[in-house]
């Protein structure tokens, strides 16, 4: 982790930890590797913390200490039932909040919802869950959007 490349004038991929585990075949079970990605670019930082469970915030935390502040971050908020088999690797709306947190972000986009059926939950409600982790931690509801695929956001500035 760590290693970057810069893919344009002022912006910079950097790859960083993230938690899940892989398979792929019958005899394959962790051997890929998962990453987080900060992007540098003259506007802000972006944190696209990908397909993640919690872990207790320590990747979230990592990057606000190495980087700063983030101008948006991307965010897992759905596939996290059962809780018992699910929480190494998918976190759910009430640990993305604490990450949106953890990670000092200004605004965070939602994602890897309502695409399949991956798990128990059913796919609309990481929204619902958002919506209530949002207002139980005093945040506002338009600095964290939930997307379904094809929808944008438009980050303000902050």
């Known amino acids: 982790m760590g290693d970057h490349v810069d893919v344009a004038d002022g912006v910079r991929v950097t790859a960083e930890p993230s938690h899940h585990w892989s398979a792929r075949g019958m005899n394959d079970r962790c051997m890929a590797l998962w990453a987080a990605f900060v992007i540098e670019t003259p506007v802000g930082r972006i944190y ?3 397909d993640t469970g919690f872990h207790d915030g320590i990747n979230y935390r990592a990057a606000a200490e ?3 502040d983030f101008r948006l971050a991307i965010l897992p908020i759905g596939a996290y039932e059962p809780r018992w088999f699910m929480r190494g690797q998918h976190q759910n709306p009430e640990e993305a909040v604490e990450g949106f947190q953890l990670c000092k972000a200004a605004f965070a986009v939602g994602h890897h919802f309502a695409t399949f059926q991956l798990t128990d939950e059913p796919m609309m409600q990481p929204v619902e869950h958002l919506t209530d982790a949002l207002s ?5 509801q338009e600095r964290f959007k939930p997307l379904r695929a094809g929808e944008v956001f438009d980050v303000p500035v902050a």
């Open 136 to 140: 139980k931690a005093g945040i506002a």
């Open 66 to 68: 190495k980087y700063g």
């Open 48 to 50: 696209h913390i990908g």
